[in-house]
């Protein structure tokens, strides 16, 4: 005979309540489960492979990941039993047909955001947010479109989840209509709900997914959030997340880190020159890396850097496409989740390239192999004053061309773009974006030159964009507007340059290349200074000799020994990352804390946090006065009234 050890009234309380703490227990499971193969399958993206993880880390994860779960559970399902109480009021299929679907839908909603964001991690390095609405336009064609396992144990893992969430509620459904009323359960949750309006400050401070940093670090952070939690918050914040640093006096600030400025000019002869930018995507240096196990054979890029600058130490900004673009165009840093163009702050004062090229009688044009807007870009183009936006649909039997995933393979967009510039006077600037190296690297069919055995996929992909740049350069070779060009090169973002190994850590997955190509000078150089997107929109305004006042958080790279002192990336909406030729610092802007010193250049592998170390205290100090005078000088930016 079981034996019950509660009083009378508890025993009657606890059975009556029991469906709901079970429910929860069982959503909380399901998110368990989908949080170790979260861990299993992006703990060395986020964690140094010599890193070491103790027992008592491991435990304070789990803890946090199990409050954060619960807490978001609790949030999105306090609703529901009141719902289950109003509904008794009402005809019975009111409650089964409307109540009950409603939230079965949205708590597998819950549960399916943090299994996609599963698979959808390495290619953004951080946990959902609203940005992943501006970039599902291809994301079911190409997240898994590779790799026949990973489609089947995410159709496996997604129906799994789907059932136990629909049983789980028609369990609840089924013990509530029988009489167990979750009473006690209703009060607790409607008390909660009354001193969220009382105690509103301190409930708001636990509604942040951040609010874990009091006890981990940003990398953690990581493992324990929940996707649904993160990426509701910054839907609600929409963009409007940019609170007003105030770190030092504004005049130190402004001497520490001047974005108002004028352009240091170029070479006088440089003057009135076309240019041509190629942003190339998801293209990462070790492609370049002559030393590196993922050295690209590249006949064309090979052949153009023995009469080229390189950038070899050139970093970029973030890891989202719709950042690197406002990096490389504006020269000014995204601090929201969603893009900068999409957002309240499209207004904020911004140097516009088109317009402000158009200034020396320039005409501009941005083309794309893709479909239109796809990412917002050509939003991006029109708020930067680009005179014509040009996409797949514009390209003469775009239909019949091969495809990849993304668009028309790059090829055949290079060739259109080639005959737009034959027709456009000069002097013109034109920039191409490309897309076959973008995951899932298409190639078109037939295109095999005869790959080494160690080639990965992005490598591949990177050997036949070479091969499209060729055919375009043979061609505008003999064009007369070839030798009075300048061609610059720059990736978008650094992405894995191999599908399964991880090659990770705060410098290697940053690192870009950048080339400057002036057939008019035919030099080879290799620049070892700090190099940013954030250079790039400057160069561009010094090549056309514009002298008017600009906004620029980089520098002109087509001056001789014109590098920057340091480069800022953002790691996630967190954590942001100051390099300079020997260290980088990791500081999270939510706690105004230094979470890691490496130095790079003695320790490759960043195995040796330097915080603590009393003889780093003087590159500490730099390193944070400079990262502290970049986010200062770009919060009073967004928010206008401030900026001076």
């Known amino acids: 005979m079981k034996r019950n050890y509660l009083p009378g009234w508890a025993s009657i309380t606890w059975q009556k309540n029991k469906p709901f703490f079970f429910f929860i227990a069982g959503l909380l499971f399901i998110l368990s489960i989908l949080k170790i193969i979260f861990y299993q399958y992006n703990h060395h993206f986020i964690f140094n492979p010599a890193e070491v993880i103790t027992w008592k880390d491991k435990i304070n994860l789990i803890k946090w990941s199990l409050l954060n779960d619960f807490f978001t559970l609790l949030v999105v399902n306090a609703p529901l039993v009141v719902l289950l109480q109003a509904g008794r009021l009402v005809p ?41 609405l501006f970039v599902l336009n291809h994301p079911l064609k190409q997240l898994f479109r590779l790799n026949a396992a990973l489609i089947a144990f995410f159709i496996l893992l997604t129906a799994t989840a789907v059932i136990l969430v629909r049983w789980l509620h028609k369990r609840l459904y089924t013990a509530f ?28 401070k636990l509604l942040v997914p951040t609010y874990p940093l009091t006890s981990l670090n940003s990398k953690q952070l990581l493992v324990v959030q929940n996707s649904f939690h993160s990426f509701a918050y910054s839907l609600f914040r929409n963009g409007q997340e940019v609170a007003i640093k105030n770190y030092m006096p504004v005049a130190v600030c402004d001497a520490l880190f001047p974005i108002r400025k004028t352009i240091v000019p170029s070479s006088p002869e440089s003057a009135g020159k076309n240019i041509v930018l190629f942003i190339m995507e998801s293209v990462p240096y070790d492609f370049f890396d002559a ?47 969603i893009p900068l163009y999409h957002s309240s702050f499209v207004n904020m004062p911004v140097t516009p390239i088109g317009s402000m090229l158009k200034k020396n ?28 936006y040009y996409c797949r649909e514009d390209i003469p039997g775009n239909r019949l061309l091969p495809t990849h995933t993304m668009g028309i393979h790059d090829e055949f967009v290079l060739n259109f ?21 973008h995951y899932p690297y298409d190639l078109p069919a037939g295109y095999n030159p005869g790959f080494p055995e160690n080639y990965t996929l992005p490598m591949k992909s990177m050997s036949y964009y070479d091969q499209s740049l060729h055919k ?25 340059p191999d599908d399964t190994r991880s090659n990770y850590n705060a410098i290697s997955g940053y690192r870009i290349p950048i080339i400057i190509y002036n057939p008019a000078v035919n030099e080879k150089k ?22 008017d006042s600009i906004i620029s958080y980089g520098r002109n790279l087509s001056v001789q020994n014109n590098s920057n002192e340091a480069v800022f990336s953002r790691v996630n909406s967190s954590l942001y990352q100051v390099t300079d030729s020997s260290y980088v610092l990791g500081f999270n802007s939510s706690n105004d804390k230094a979470e890691f010193l490496y130095n ?36 009073m930016q967004y928010n206008q009234a401030m900026f001076k």
């Open 92 to 132: 019975a299929p009111v409650s089964s047909w409307l109540i009950l679907p409603l939230f079965i839908v949205l708590n597998s909603f819950v549960v399916l955001l943090n299994l996609a964001d599963i698979f959808y991690f390495p290619f953004h390095f951080q946990r959902a947010s609203a940005d992943m």
């Open 177 to 204: 209509a029988a009489g167990r009323r979750c009473g006690m359960t209703t009060l607790l949750v409607l008390l909660g709900i009354a001193s969220a309006f009382v105690y509103k400050n301190n409930i708001a």
């Open 291 to 337: 030393g590196g196990r993922y050295k690209v054979a590249m006949p064309f890029f090979d052949s153009i850097l023995e009469k080229s600058i390189f950038f070899k130490n050139a970093f970029c900004y973030s890891h989202q496409s719709n950042k690197g673009i406002t990096a490389i165009l504006a020269g000014v840093p995204t601090l929201t989740d």
């Open 361 to 388: 009688n320039y005409h501009s044009f941005f083309c794309i192999g893709d479909d239109f807007d796809n990412f917002g870009f050509a939003k991006c183009a029109h708020w930067l004053g680009f005179d014509e």
């Open 417 to 437: 773009m080639e005959k737009k510039i034959n027709g456009t006077s000069s002097p013109f600037f034109a920039v191409n974006y490309n897309i076959s190296t």
């Open 472 to 496: 375009f350069f043979n061609a505008a070779s003999k064009e007369p507007w070839f030798t009075n060009t300048v061609f610059i090169f720059c990736s978008d973002h650094w992405l894995l």
């Open 526 to 547: 290799t620049e070892t200074g700090m190099a940013s997107q954030f250079d790039i929109m400057e160069t561009i305004l010094g090549i056309a000799g514009f002298k």
């Open 600 to 635: 790079y250049r003695s320790d490759s592998l960043l195995k040796k946090n330097l915080l603590t170390d009393t003889g780093a205290a003087p590159v500490l100090n730099m390193l944070m006065e400079k990262i502290k005078a970049f986010l200062q000088k770009a919060t």
